[in-house]
């Protein structure tokens, strides 16, 4: 069974950077290096909306309000993918989550909690 576990979340103020962590277990290597990555955000009161993605051969795609602030990454040898969102504003948060996807297969992770306050 595929598990993606988050970490990095926390309080951040305003202006500040924050690392999400995405990691896979239960997926080979060589499995993970063929599969899309992608994070997610649920605000509160709002329904869960899609952030970035990174494709198997690294290529990426945003949402708009993130662009040039968030950066996902992939670690295929660790079986992980990252978040690093700088410049983070209140409406960032959010509980993030990640998502593994391939050939109409998805595992989500459970997510966890970005507060940006000062």
């Known amino acids: 069974q595929v598990q993606l576990v988050e970490s990095g979340g926390g309080l951040v103020h305003p202006g500040g950077s924050l690392r999400l962590s995405c990691a896979a277990s239960?997926?080979?290597?060589?499995?993970?290096?063929?599969?899309?990555m992608a994070w997610y955000r649920q605000a509160p009161g709002n329904q869960r909306e899609w952030v970035a993605t990174i494709s198997s051969t690294s290529n990426t795609v945003y949402l708009d309000s993130v662009k040039g602030r968030f950066t996902i990454s992939r670690d295929n040898a660790q079986n992980a993918v990252y978040l690093q969102m700088n410049s983070l504003k209140p409406e960032d948060t959010a509980v993030y989550y990640c998502k593994i996807f391939r050939a109409g297969i998805e595992y989500w992770g459970k997510g966890i909690l970005v507060t940006v306050s000062s």
């Open positions: 239960g997926i080979s290597g060589s499995i993970f290096s063929m599969t899309y």
